[in-house]
Antibody, heavy 117, light 108 residues
Framework: QVQLQESGPGLVKPSETLSLTCSVS????????LSWIRQPPGKGLEWIGYIYYSGSTNYNPSLKSRVTISVDTSKNQFSLKLSSVTAADTAVYYCAASIVRYYFDYWGQGTLVTVSS | SYVLTQPPSVSVAPGQTARITCGGN??????VHWYQQKPGQAPVLVVYDDTDRPSGIPERFSGSNSGNTATLTISRVEAGDEADYYC???????????FGGGTKLTVL
């Protein structure tokens, strides 16, 4: 059973870059589509983007100019960077993995990131 | 971009059947996936590809998709089914993954 765990700062200052890492255990990161999804407090889910283990990426156009997702197969991890953050980026950030890119099989527990000075 | 529309809330008595809809333009041409999210927890996939259930999901959860509406049906509703439910599709024309706004299921 694949398990995912997000890690990173819980507080980021406005205009700075949010950085999170997702560690994958219980299986190789290879052959998975690896996604980031976020959920502002009290609101719905928003897909941020995915990376395939080979390195190919696809991002939500609404965030594309600020998002970078990368993968480190040697560490079985993948990462999210979101630049120039504002209070609107405050959310619980989830990492997810799936065999196909059409939906999300496995989810991390989520980590709350607050953007505030 | 493709838009999915869900009712904000659905209420049902225990033992009854809950139906949660997800509307989209010609949604029957897409595969719809459903997630259950309980307070403070990550979403869990309960139905994928319109009608299939992942291992461990009770048979009480089923899905259908026709015309402009996909439906998640929960039979013999239990108190533990109270949660937010989200539909999701992959829009092949743009290669984007889209979520509906979510429906809060209340068990009376």
């Amino acid at each position: 059973q694949v398990q995912l765990q997000e890690s990173g700062p819980g507080l980021v200052k406005p205009s700075e870059t949010l950085s999170l890492t997702c560690s994958v255990s219980g299986g190789s990161i290879s052959s998975y589509y690896l996604s980031w999804i976020r959920q502002p407090p009290g609101k719905g889910l928003e897909w941020i983007g995915y990376i395939y283990y080979s390195g190919s990426t696809n991002y939500n156009p609404s965030l594309k100019s600020r998002v970078t997702i990368s993968v480190d197969t040697s560490k079985n991890q993948f990462s999210l960077k979101l630049s120039s953050v504002t209070a609107a980026d405050t959310a619980v950030y989830y990492c997810a993995a799936s065999i196909v890119r059409y939906y999300f099989d496995y989810w991390g527990q989520g980590t709350l990131v607050t953007v505030s000075s | 971009s493709y838009v999915l529309t869900q009712p904000p809330s659905v209420s049902v008595a225990p033992g009854q059947t809950a139906r949660i809809t997800c509307g989209g333009n010609n949604i029957e041409s897409k595969s719809v996936h459903w997630y259950q999210q309980k307070p403070g927890q990550a979403p869990v996939l309960v139905v994928y590809d319109d009608t299939d259930r992942p291992s461990g999901i009770p048979e009480r959860f089923s899905g259908s998709n026709s015309g402009n509406t996909a439906t998640l049906t929960i039979s013999r509703v239990e108190a533990g089914d109270e949660a937010d439910y989200y539909c999701q599709v992959w829009d092949s024309s743009s290669d984007l993954l889209v979520f509906g706004g979510g429906t809060k299921l209340t068990v009376l």
